[in-house]
Each structure stands twice: as structure tokens, then as C-alpha cells.
């Protein structure tokens, strides 16, 4: 146990759905909209203290969840559903420990969750693994954003020994024993990054590829947009 240990107290979340500009060709699937899962939880210390961490991840069920026999609707339904089941159980946890150590500990159960949607919503096939984990991912994120906000520092600052006790030989290979995650990421955010520009199957490369203007004022083809926005990756 650490004294830095946390325990969740509640847990809330919403969604926010986003029409595209224009579609865009991914998996195979033309996709003209976005639904975002947005979550706040608030955790507790060992000494009472409160912080709340916000995670917001959209649903991507096109990829997640790719079906020939379920719908864009109801592959995203089942992610939704999975959703409330995944919320209340943060809720209902008792655990307490680094969010590493929570999300270990719930993550068996969210698989368990995930068949129980299948099966009530009688589901031609059933939710992937990939498609729980994208589900669950803002639940964890919210819980690294509370813990940092209780350590007060940035979350990637708390992943080494002084703040979880388990090392990645426990959670993932006997390999990496004695490791922790601090060896592994950046402490401090890049000062500067390259911006990608995501191609769809349906992007018009070239002017003369603009079918149907949009006609908003925005670059309509990639070499506009690579123009316009200086564009390197």
C-alpha cells in the first residue's frame, strides 16, 4: 500500500455526438459522424483528500467493432450500454491503489460486462475485446487525470515506484521485473509535434478530384490542405 493510494468516490458521464464536414472512408466504412464518451470521476485519498480527472474518448465503433451483421447503430448502442454497465462499476469498487492497479483489477470484470450486453441485447456477434478496452479507455484516463490532480503534478510524473508498488513484471511479463512504466514515457510534454493529416479512401488528392464542392471557404482537396496548413507528415 501507498499513502498516495486512492479509492473512486463517483463517477459521471456524457456523451457528445459530431456531424463531419464530409465523410470519410475508414475500415472500409464511410462515416459521416463521431460520438464522444466523456467521463469525470472523483477519487478519494487515504488522508481524505478529493480530486476529480476528466477522459473523453470517441466511440469508435467503425474499428473497434467492425460487423458485416450488425449495424452502425447497434454496435454503437452496445458500446453505449457498456458504458453505464463499466460506470457503475467504478462505482461499486472498494479497492484502493495507483489507477494501474484499479483499472487491473476492473478490467476482468468489464470483459464480463461486455458479454452480459451481448447477450442482452442479443447480439449477432459478440463485443471484441478492442471495442471493451476503447469503452473503458476515458474511465481510465479520467482516474490518471484525478490521481496527477491529487498529487498535483502532470499524470505521466506518478507511473514509477514511488507511486504504484507493483512493478510491469506483475502486470505484464516476468521480463520486466523491477521495471516501471517512468522508464517508458516522457515526463514532460514535447514542446512542439508534427501535425498529421489523415487521408480517407474518400479524400480528393487533386482539385480535379472535387466532385461535389463543400464550398465553406476550406482547403477541398489534400494539396490545399497541405498548403494551408504547412503540412509535413
Known amino acids: 500500500m501507498k499513502a498516495t493510494d486512492i479509492r ?6 456524457s456523451y457528445e455526438d459530431y456531424a463531419y464536414r464530409s465523410p470519410i472512408k475508414f475500415g472500409g466504412v464511410a ?15 487515504r488522508a481524505g483528500k478529493i ?7 470517441p466511440l469508435g465503433n467503425v ?9 452502425y447503430e447497434q454496435t454503437l448502442q452496445a458500446m453505449r450500454e457498456l458504458a453505464s454497465r463499466i460506470a457503475s462499476a467504478n462505482v461499486d469498487c472498494l479497492e484502493s491503489g495507483h489507477p494501474i492497479e484499479l483499472t487491473h483489477h476492473l478490467e476482468p470484470l468489464y ?58 513484471g506483475h502486470f ?3 521480463d520486466l521485473t523491477g521495471e516501471y512504466l517512468d522508464r517508458y514515457v516522457l515526463p514532460q510534454p514535447k514542446e512542439r509535434m ?11 488528392l487533386t482539385p480535379q478530384d472535387v466532385m461535389q464542392p463543400i464550398g465553406d471557404g476550406l482547403p477541398e482537396s489534400l494539396g490545399e490542405w497541405i498548403r494551408a496548413d504547412g503540412l509535413t507528415h
Not at 462515416?31 to 485519498?45: I, K, P
Request: glycine share 6%; net charge negative; charged share 15%.
Open 8 to 13: 473512486i468516490r463517483d463517477v459521471s458521464f
Open 31 to 45: 462515416l459521416d459522424r463521431a460520438t464522444l464518451l466523456n467521463v469525470t470521476v472523483t477519487v478519494e485519498s
Open 51 to 57: 480530486a476529480s480527472g476528466f477522459g473523453s474518448m
Open 63 to 71: 474499428w473497434s467493432f467492425p460487423s458485416r451483421r450488425l449495424s
Open 111 to 168: 470483459f464480463r460486462l461486455a458479454d452480459q450486453v451481448t447477450a442482452q441485447l442479443s447480439l449477432a456477434e459478440p463485443i471484441p475485446q478492442l471495442c471493451t478496452l476503447v469503452v473503458a479507455s476515458p474511465f481510465d484516463a479520467a482516474l490518471h487525470d484525478a490521481f496527477g490532480k491529487m498529487n498535483d503534478r502532470n499524470c505521466f510524473q506518478t507511473l514509477g515506484a514511488d507511486f504504484i508498488g507493483p512493478d510491469l
Open 172 to 174: 505484464l511479463s516476468s
Open 194 to 204: 508534427p501535425l498529421y493529416h489523415l487521408v480517407g479512401a474518400l479524400d480528393p
